[in-house]
């Protein structure tokens, strides 16, 4: 069976640190990967989403940026976190030879930037 | 752009009753309906997903169903439970699937409370 993890589970940063969360799918290979924020009082907004090792694409322009660099690894990261980064970041993943394209979420990783 | 909205936006019942959230999007053109529960500061769990040619699906107490044409869905609890209690959400995937790659767009989801 497949599962989704993400990590850390929980992290506090200051405003202008860096960030680095990991997300890794096991049991399946080439998934559709996303990351997506939700953010207290609002939806869930999608971030990036990746359909293969090294592409991304971006959805809403902001100063965090996404890599994949292997196929069941996506990572989210910024250089300088603002406030406004605060959040709970949400990854997915879909398979690719399913024409159902049901997603599947991870635990997330809380974020509060302070 | 696609816009699901979820009404109510919160729902308090008691034990035993039967319930009903709804969905609405803008854009009748999706490939898929997904309902989604979270628990607080957890990840989302599908519960039900309904393709744009079905009109219903079933999993135990659970019943979603899907008028495209209208944009309208609707997931149906039978008997609700205390451990039913958690924000339901709705989401759409638009398009065909040659043009989708699984984007999802999400309502803002109902927050049900099932009490003792």
């Known amino acids: 069976s497949q599962t989704i993890h993400q990590w850390p589970a929980t992290l506090v940063q200051p405003v202008g640190s860096p960030l680095s969360l990991e997300c890794t799918v096991e049991?399946?290979?080439?998934?559709?990967l996303y990351w997506y924020r939700q953010a207290a009082g609002r939806g869930l907004q999608l971030l990036f989403y990746?359909?293969?090792?090294?592409?991304i694409s971006s959805e809403v322009p902001q100063n965090l940026s996404a890599s994949r660099p292997q196929d069941r690894q996506f990572i989210l990261s910024s250089k300088k976190l603002l406030l406004s980064d605060s959040g709970f970041y949400l990854c997915a993943w879909t398979k690719t030879l399913n024409w159902s394209y049901e997603q599947y979420f991870g635990p997330g990783t809380r974020l509060t930037v302070t | 752009k696609q816009e699901v909205t979820q009404i109510p936006a919160a729902l308090s019942v008691p034990e035993g009753e039967n319930l009903v959230l709804n969905c609405s999007f803008t854009d009748s053109a999706i490939y898929n309906l997904q309902w989604f529960r979270q628990d607080p500061g957890k990840g989302l769990t599908s519960l039900l997903l309904?393709?744009?040619?079905?009109r219903e699906q079933t999993s135990g107490r659970l019943n979603a169903s899907l008028d495209k044409s209208s944009g309208r869905s609707t997931l149906y609890i039978a008997a609700s439970q205390p451990g039913d209690s958690a924000t339901y959400l709705c989401a759409v995937r638009p398009g065909n699937r040659g043009s989708t790659l699984g984007r999802l767009y999400f309502g803002r989801g109902t927050q049900l409370t099932v009490w003792p």
């Open positions: 049991g399946t290979s080439n998934p559709n």
């Open positions: 309904i393709q744009s040619s079905q």
């Open positions: 990746s359909v293969g090792i090294g592409q």
